[in-house]
T-cell receptor, first 116, second 113 residues
Framework: DTGVSQNPRHKITKRGQNVTFRCDPI?????LYWYRQTLGQGPEFLTY????????KSRLLSDRFSAERPKGSFSTLEIQRTEQGDSAMYLC??????????????FGPGTRLTVL | QQQVKQSPQSLIVQKGGISIINCAYE??????FPWYQQFPGKGPALLIA?????SEKKEGRFTISFNKSAKQFSLHIMDSQPGDSATYFC????????????FGGGTRVLVKP
């Protein structure tokens, strides 16, 4: 399977715990994006990487959130001291820079986080 | 600040009918307008996209109409099929901002057989 994969698919945690999600993009895709989607809403941009460099972080990404893409391949998103408001679907997408234009972002299936 | 507004929130259409979803945007710097389809438990998947120098784009049963002066664009699904039942999101992005997508709120479409 050459699509974007995310693990775990589901995560249930207690308030105050730390959680980490992983995203494996399509091989050789330079750009990797994280979005958050709450029930009944459209996805909201969180952050994106070009290779290993994190180029932008949304104001939605509080200090409790951190994302990495250490070798320009997979990425991790960590949430520290989770709150009930963090409950959402966390989506990862990747795209190529070939052609220099607006290349399609391919989304993974998401990680659904429930904070009790 | 909701930069992309989408309507309706939901719609029901009979098999063979036309589904129409509308979006309006505020930021005139947007230069790419895709539509995504999302099934329950899945991530969004690109359906069709348009750039602002084109007023219409058609791919199979799906057509985007774009009105730059009104800052509006719409998706038409012709000959709607039960398999089209899904949530549809319009989005907008600009190359200068890393192509990050700003999504509308979504439209849940139900096609009745």
């Amino acid at each position: 399977d050459t699509g974007v994969s995310q693990n775990p698919r589901h995560k249930i945690t207690k308030r105050g715990q730390n959680v980490t999600f992983r995203c494996d993009p399509i091989s050789e895709h330079n750009r990797l994006y994280w979005y958050r989607q709450t029930l009944g809403q459209g996805p909201e941009f969180l952050t994106y990487f070009q290779n290993e460099a994190q180029l932008e972080k949304s104001r939605l990404l509080s200090d409790r959130f951190s994302a990495e893409r250490p070798k320009g391949s997979f990425s991790t998103l960590e949430i520290q001291r989770t709150e009930q408001g963090d409950s959402a679907m966390y989506l990862c997408a990747s795209s190529s820079l070939v052609g220099g234009g607006h290349n399609e972002q391919f989304f993974g299936p998401g990680t659904r986080l429930t904070v009790l | 600040q909701q930069q992309v507004k989408q309507s309706p929130q939901s719609l029901i259409v009979q098999k063979g009918g036309i589904s129409i979803i509308n979006c309006a945007y505020e930021n005139t710097a947007f230069d790419y307008f895709p539509w995504y389809q999302q099934f329950p438990g899945k991530g969004p998947a690109l359906l069709i996209a348009i750039r602002p120098d084109v007023s219409e784009k058609k791919e199979g049963r799906f057509t985007i109409s774009f009105n730059k002066s009104a800052k509006q664009f719409s998706l038409h699904i012709m000959d709607s099929q039960p398999g089209d039942s899904a949530t549809y999101f319009c989005a907008a992005s600009k190359k200068a901002a890393g192509n990050k997508l700003t999504f509308g709120g979504g439209t849940r479409v139900l096609v009745k057989p």
